[in-house]
Nanobody, 128 residues
Framework: VQLQASGGGLVQAGGSLRLSCAAS????????MGWFRQTPGGDRDFVAA????????FYSDSVKGRFAVAQDNAKNTMFLQMNNLKPEDTAVYYC??????????????????????WGQGTLVTVSS
């Protein structure tokens, strides 16, 4: 499976963006998926995750109530709707897939270790 992230850009604080993660090579409807972000020199931090088994969705505390994950199975694409953006949301955003079932054996959805397929990243810049 390959992932292609897009939709990043420059937006003013308080604005919105929708990121897309288009998958090819395998349907994502039965995969656990996630979004992470990374600033220069920083770690790749958890943003959101969507568990296919049970349909559970998780968010980091920093984005809860502002970001929303969705999936369009017909387009084999996952989305991250980002509202009320803040300058501290500025980062490169990555989508990821858990192809080998790490989360089914207990690896946390919030850990980068739970994912083995990564998109190339899309830059989001929020100006104040």
């Amino acid at each position: 499976v390959q992932l292609q992230a897009s939709g990043g850009g420059l937006v003013q604080a308080g604005g919105s963006l929708r990121l897309s993660c288009a998958a090819s090579g395998r349907t994502i409807s039965n995969l656990d998926m996630g979004w992470f972000r990374q600033t220069p020199g920083g770690d790749r931090d958890f943003v959101a995750a969507m568990r296919m088994r049970g349909g559970r969705i998780f968010y980091s505390d920093s984005v809860k109530g502002r970001f929303a994950v969705a999936q369009d199975n017909a387009k084999n694409t996952m989305f991250l709707q980002m509202n009320n953006l803040k300058p501290e949301d500025t980062a490169v955003y990555y989508c990821a897939a858990d192809r080998w079932g790490h989360q089914r054996i207990g690896v946390s959805s919030t850990s980068t270790d739970a994912y083995d397929i990564w998109g190339q990243g899309t830059l989001v810049t929020v100006s104040s």
